[in-house]
């Protein structure tokens, strides 16, 4: 191999790929053959440790030399960087990181599933509270809910969620990561499956992708929205303001000089209920459920933060005000703070409520 061969490092497809023959472009595509070599000489660090890229197989992958430019296979080499990888055939496009075909869905089970997943957890003596995911990526599916000796697996198309009152990451070395909502994780490996554990209440969740469909950035976020089943399985529901309700809070915003345009939420829990309008040094409604906070104060400043990306990419923070998680993000003037005191709403919810606060006609 040429000693001055350049090390520009480049993407490979996510399909397979097979090199031989001469150069020359197939009729009717945009794909063009080429003479390429499997180049076995080239290792790989990560952070200081080595690493061997493997498809989801297990078998070994080697990167591509083409023309003194290194081809690196992509997939393999997204969840050892943490970064999530997905390919849109639609439009033939390699998103790495944020995704536009990135798609969150609320989990949604079926009053079958649900006796399904709460049968699984009835038969484990003071561990009868059943737990699971809220979201998943579009397109899985949750197949099945099987108790296992220990715990509880929740067996979906693309990733396993096991619940269980022992850290299976115990004997294992791995990487401490602080997920969205503040709570320590740590990443391990059993065989080549990369796995991730965090404490929820008095038991442990484990979250995998069996088939590297799923990126330790997307796993992370699926484990945040593990809770109790019933409590936020349903989806969102439209808030409708009577025109006495949407008097009063525009009334409240024309209290502020300078802040009288009126803003609201149009999204809650589907048990949730609107209550009042209310202000001080901001409009506050209150929800039975929730509180949504409007004003021209980040709530946020001076507190410790996590940063998220809502839904609709805008960016928002996370942080606590004595045990109540809080977050906070800025529309147009103002900034919006949405809790929920009593802790029927998750993170995930709360975040999918901030993308339906708007201007009120």
Do not use: C
């Amino acid at each position: 191999m040429n000693k001055n061969m350049k090390r520009t490092v480049a993407t490979m497809m996510i399909a397979g790929m097979t090199f031989s023959g001469a150069a020359g472009v197939f009729a009717g595509t945009n794909m063009q053959k080429i003479d390429a070599f499997l180049n076995h000489s080239i290792g790989f660090k990560i952070n200081g440790s080595t690493y061997i890229p493997k498809d989801e197989n297990g078998n070994k992958l080697a990167p591509i030399t083409y023309h003194d430019t290194t081809y690196l296979p992509v997939r393999a080499l997204s969840n050892a960087l943490n970064t999530p990888i997905q390919y849109d055939g639609k439009t033939n496009t390699i998103y790495i990181g944020t995704s536009s075909t990135e798609q969150w869905v609320l989990t949604n089970y079926t009053e079958a599933q649900l006796d399904d997943i709460k049968k699984a957890f009835a038969g484990f003596d003071g561990f009868e509270t059943a737990y699971a995911p809220q979201i998943m990526i579009k397109g899985d599916a949750l197949q099945k809910a099987a108790a296992t000796a220990d715990g509880v697996n929740l067996l979906f198309k693309n990733m396993t969620v096991n619940v269980s009152p022992r850290d299976y990451s115990h004997d294992y070395d791995g990487t401490t990561v602080i997920l969205t909502n503040g709570v320590k994780a740590k990443w391990y490996k059993q065989g080549d499956t990369a796995l991730m554990t965090v404490k929820l209440d008095d038991r442990y969740v484990t979250v995998s992708s069996p088939g590297g469909k799923l990126s330790k950035a997307q796993l992370e976020k699926v484990a945040v929205s593990v809770t109790k089943v019933g409590s936020a399985q349903t989806d969102l529901a439209k808030v409708t303001y009577t025109a006495a309700q949407s008097k009063a809070i525009k009334e409240e915003f024309a209290k502020f000089d300078g802040f009288t345009t009126a803003y609201a939420p149009t999204k809650m829990a589907k048990d949730d209920a609107f209550q009042k309008v209310a202000s001080g040094d901001s409009v506050i409604f209150w929800f039975k459920h929730m509180n949504v906070q409007i004003s021209p104060r980040d709530y946020s400043y001076g507190y410790d933060s996590t940063n998220v990306t809502l839904p609709n990419g805008v960016k928002a923070k996370w942080f606590k005000q004595s045990d109540t998680a809080m977050l906070t993000l800025q529309i147009d003037d103002r900034y919006v703070t949405i809790s929920s005191a009593d802790k029927s709403l998750s993170n995930i919810q709360i975040e999918q409520i901030a993308t339906g606060v708007v201007k009120m006609k």
